[in-house]
Structure formats: C-alpha cells, structure tokens
C-alpha cells in the first residue's frame, strides 16, 4: 500500500464530502471517482470490481436524491404542480446565477413564482417554496450520509 496514494485519495473524498453541502463541488460523484482511481492504481485487487459497482450504484442514488428531494419536499408542504416546476427550475437558476447562496435561494423563489402564477395567495406560496428548501436541505443531509458510508466502506476495504 502506498500512503501516498492512500492520503491523496483520502484528501480528495473528504475534499468529495464537503461538495455534499459546498455547491461547486461535485460531492459524491467526486468520493467515486477517488475510490475508483485508488481501484485503478491498485489493479482492482483491493477495490475489487464489485465493490466498484456498489459505490457507483450509491453515487446513481446520489444524484437521483439530488434532484428529487426539493421536488418532494415542496410537493410534501402542498405545492401545486407550477410550483413544484418552478422549485426545480429555481433549483438549476439559483446554482448558476447566484453560486453558492443561490442553491437556498433559488428553489425558494421559484416556488413562490411557481404558485403564483397558478393564482394561489401569498401564504400557499410561501409554503410551498420553504417545502422546497427543507427538501433540498433534507436531499443534502442524505448526501451527505451517502459520502461518509462511502467512506467508511472504503476505509474498512483498504485496512
């Protein structure tokens, strides 16, 4: 085993472990892709290549949670479909005009944009965009718990 390697790669998933919650960074994906090439390196003799099929199935989910829990969680508070588009629609905005604030801003707004052009009041629209953010912040908490189990998984095969 080379420590090198086993440091780098450990950098760059706790580096893969804070874009759970950091929006520029990749996050999970980016956790894969360090346990994949640490795979690589080795010969896929410890990273076996079932192993690697398991965490990339993981970062698939990742990414499906990813965008699925703030369409839930407004859907959860009662938002109409206009406001549930719009949540997901103020989701990719917010990311890419307003980094990284815009992440928490923009499911919010497009929400109550969402729910305002379906002609519902101000109270229905303020519900449905903070369902919105507690989805997003509920997808980032399983992300999160994502990233670590990974890690863990992949600290327990390599030791």
Known sequence: ??????????AVILLGIAGTFVPVLPGV?????????YGWHD????????????????TVLS?????????????YFGSSKKGLYGAVIGSF????????????????VGAIIGEFIDGNDWNKALRSGMGA??????GI??????????LVSFLIIIF
């Open 1 to 10: 085993m080379d420590v090198w390697v086993v440091i780098i790669t450990l």
């Open 133 to 138: 953010v507690i989805g997003l912040f509920s």
């Open 63 to 75: 990414l499906f949670v990813d965008y699925l829990s703030t369409y839930l969680g407004a859907k």
């Open 93 to 108: 905005v917010g990311l890419f005009i307003f980094p990284p604030a815009g992440l928490l801003i923009g499911p919010w």
């Open 141 to 150: 908490a399983f992300k999160l718990m994502l990233a670590t189990l990974m």
């Open 43 to 58: 010969g896929f003799q410890t990273v076996t290549p079932r192993y690697l099929a398991i965490i990339a199935g993981v």
């Open 29 to 37: 994906p980016l956790v894969f892709i360090a346990i994949a090439a």
